[in-house]
């Protein structure tokens, strides 16, 4: 099948793009369209005008901004994968299991956050990092990314707004994640998957389930007994435990595999 019609603008800047959005109703975004191009062709979106920011350097700027790196939304997947970041660890190792290599030259980090994909590595691993979205629009505003993304496929971008980078903190020295997912072949979207980040000298403690029905969940309470106890958080029971008390509508199939995908995080995160 083939994209219904539509109008076609590379804007110069981000000004010009957020001026083409606003003044045109039911326009879209494109960065990588490694989500929208097959939306497109299934004629799942049809927007009246495409806007390509995939060319604007200043949405591929990384920055060392102190306590975070600062990545602009369009830098690739295969860009975070090559790139060594001290203290942005986690980022490399989440970039490298996306998809293909293929699919990694042309995704970017912005895109797979504003397209909320429930199954998506970026929105999962970014919440866990305890990452923040910074958007620009009629006014510039920040948000965590886990409340920017609201639900499957829904986020907090208003029309008239761009995300133009996300912050992601530099844990440190004693800062320790895990990052995991069940896929049923190499290359595609995670049928379960958990990240943990766990950091005593900050006291960061979060651990978060993707791919499911909607946004990734937290486990806090799993967050802390792992701060607190160390391994044993990572037992079977506790984990069992911590799913039932805050995702209730599991199936057991489900249940299962999210309970195995926060164990191995956790593993990772507890390793010698």
């Keep these: 099948m083939k994209a219904a019609r539509f109008d076609y603008l590379r804007p110069g800047d981000v000004a010009a793009a957020l001026a083409a959005l606003a003044q045109t109703e039911g326009a879209k975004l494109l960065a990588g369209g490694q989500s929208l191009g097959p939306m497109l062709n299934l004629r799942l979106a049809r927007p009246s005008l495409l806007i390509d920011v995939s060319q604007l350097t200043a949405l591929q700027q990384i920055e060392d901004i102190g306590t975070a790196w ?6 690739t997947h295969a860009r975070l994968e090559d790139t060594l970041l001290p203290g942005g660890e986690m980022l490399r190792t989440v970039a490298e299991a996306i998809a293909y290599r293929s699919i990694r030259n042309r995704g970017t980090i912005g895109g797979s956050i504003a397209h909320a994909d429930p199954a998506a590595d970026w929105p999962l691993a970014l919440a866990a ?16 990314v886990e409340r920017f993304v609201q639900g499957a496929f829904t986020t907090a971008l208003q029309a008239n707004e761009i995300i133009e980078s996300i912050d992601v903190p530099k844990p440190s020295p004693a800062g320790r994640y895990g990052f995991y997912k069940f896929c049923r072949k190499t290359g595609e979207f995670a049928e379960a998957s958990a990240a943990a980040v766990l950091d005593p000298q900050s006291g960061a403690a979060r651990i978060f389930l993707g791919a499911l029905r909607g946004s990734p969940q937290p486990l806090a309470g799993l967050a802390q007994q792992a701060a607190r106890e160390g391994a044993r958080a990572a037992s079977p029971e506790a984990v069992t435990d911590a799913l ?23 593993q990772q995160v507890f390793a010698p």
């Design 70 to 75: 600062r990545i602009g939304a369009g830098v």
């Design 244 to 266: 039932a008390q805050s995702i209730a509508d599991l199936d057991a199939v489900e249940r299962r595999m999210a309970a195995a995908a926060v164990m191995r995080a956790l």
């Design 129 to 144: 990092l305890g990452a923040t979205v910074n958007i620009r629009g009629p006014q510039r505003r920040s948000v965590l």
